[in-house]
C-alpha cells in the first residue's frame, strides 16, 4: 500500500538527520494525468520543492506537523488538478493543483512520514475527476496509475 519510488536505501534519520526526509508525494503529470500517492528520499528538499512543484511556493498546515508543499495559485494560474482536501467532518477544504509534497516537521525539524501520516493524507486528499456547476467530482484512489516515473 505504501509505495516508495526510490532506488537508494531509505533515510537513516539517526545518521542523515537534516539532510534525507522521506516525503510523500501525489504527482500530476503535465497531460493531467493523477497518480496514486508513494513516498520517496529526499537529500535536497529545496531542490526537490523546485523540481517537483514547478512553481512559486507555498506550505501549507495539513496538521500541527504534516505540512503540504503546493504550487501558489496553482489551481488559478490552469495548472493540471490533483486533489480536493476534505476535513474530518467531510467538508471541502480547498482544491489543489499540481504536484504536492507532504512533509513531517517536529518543531524546526524534518523528520520521515510515518504510516499514520500517509493514511491521515489518503483520508483527506481525495483525486479530483471534474469540477463542475460549482461542484468537485472525485474518483477512487485506486483508479489511479502507478508513478513509474524517476523524480
Known amino acids: 500500500m505504501f509505495k516508495t519510488n526510490t532506488k537508494e536505501e531509505p533515510c537513516n534519520e539517526e545518521k542523515e538527520k537534516g539532510r534525507c526526509v ?5 504527482r500530476v503529470d503535465k497531460e493531467r ?13 529545496a531542490a526537490a520543492k523546485q523540481r517537483l512543484v514547478d512553481d512559486y511556493i507555498e506550505e501549507i498546515s495539513l496538521t500541527d506537523e504534516i505540512k503540504i508543499i503546493c504550487g501558489e495559485d496553482a489551481v488559478v494560474l490552469g495548472k493540471p488538478l490533483n486533489r480536493a482536501w476534505y476535513d474530518d467532518n467531510g467538508k471541502l477544504v480547498t482544491v489543489f493543483a499540481g504536484t504536492l509534497m507532504f512533509v513531517r516537521r517536529e518543531g524546526m525539524q524534518l523528520v520521515n512520514m510515518r504510516k499514520e501520516d500517509v493514511e491521515l493524507i489518503e483520508r483527506s486528499m481525495k483525486p479530483i475527476e471534474r469540477i463542475a456547476c460549482g461542484r468537485v467530482f472525485t474518483k477512487p484512489e485506486d483508479s489511479l496509475p502507478e508513478w513509474e516515473g524517476l523524480s
Do not use: A, M, T
Not at 494525468?33 to 528538499?45: H, I, P, S, T, W
Open 22 to 26: 522521506l516525503v510523500y508525494l501525489l
Open 33 to 45: 494525468r493523477q497518480y496514486r500517492g508513494y513516498l520517496e528520499n529526499v537529500r535536497d528538499l
